[in-house]
């Protein structure tokens, strides 16, 4: 168990809506970071979080946003989905803020489904 | 532009065989980091590398870093079941969009062990 909690743990969603994913970093750590797993695109990252400020960003889509709050958890929002979209998306925390050499803590992932 | 390459992307091994798993940038790294995926798991960290030539272990688990900061290696002795599952190495590449370093993760390479 890395302490990284994500929820929902599935979610199945029709083309053209919108959903939202949760992710609660390690105890301490500031950094949340983004990512989408599918099986031709590898691990992708999305957009880095630290301590409520974006960081940095990925390959993120214009439909496709996130914020951290006060209390450091995160939420990734998806909207006008496309069945290109389903995958498995991650959230990962790190202490400090630098993705370069930080360490980072994995959660079990959300897996989405658009049909 | 700059990537992280890894190969092979499958590899099927033979109980108690050994194999090579090779990770290889298009620019130098300040450091290089490698992550384990069990099936329907989470990735989760195995290792930093951070001087030219280091050379780490873990138990039947060899990590080596190139002289040049460019390649890296794990190289994994007597496979056992445990070993299944997708190995990435990931490195930190500069992002002129966002003038920062994002860790950019290498496609995986999927171990199967024939008992």
């Known amino acids: 168990d890395s302490g990284v909690t994500q929820t929902p743990k599935h979610l199945i969603t029709a083309t053209g809506q919108r959903v939202t994913l949760r992710c609660s970093p390690r105890?301490?750590?500031?950094?949340v970071y983004w990512y989408q797993q599918s099986l031709d695109q590898g691990l992708q990252f999305l957009i880095q979080?630290?301590?409520?400020?974006?960081?940095a960003k990925g390959n993120i889509l214009e439909r496709f946003s996130a914020q951290q709050f006060p209390d450091l958890h995160s939420e990734l929002n998806l909207s006008s989905l496309e069945l290109g979209d389903s995958a498995l998306y991650f959230c990962a925390s790190s202490l400090g803020r630098l993705a370069s050499t930080d360490t980072q803590y994995f959660g079990p992932g959300t897996r989405l489904t658009v049909l | 532009g700059q990537q992280v390459m890894q190969i092979p992307q499958y590899q099927h091994v033979q109980e108690g065989e050994d194999f090579t798993t090779y990770c290889n940038s298009s620019t130098t790294l300040s450091n290089i980091q490698w992550y384990k995926q069990r099936p329907g798991g989470h990735p989760v960290f195995l290792i930093q590398l951070v001087k030219s030539g280091e050379v780490k272990k873990q138990k039947r688990l060899t990590f080596q870093f190139g002289e040049a900061k460019k390649n890296s290696s794990l190289h994994i002795t007597a496979t056992q079941t445990t070993d299944v599952g997708t190995y990435f190495c990931?490195?930190?590449?500069?992002?002129?969009?966002?003038?920062?370093?994002?860790?950019?993760f290498g496609a995986g390479t999927t171990v199967t062990v024939r008992a």
């Open positions: 990931a490195g930190p590449l500069f992002s002129q969009g966002t003038n920062d370093y994002k860790l950019s």
């Open positions: 979080y630290y301590n409520g400020e974006e960081r």
């Open positions: 105890s301490g750590d500031l950094s």
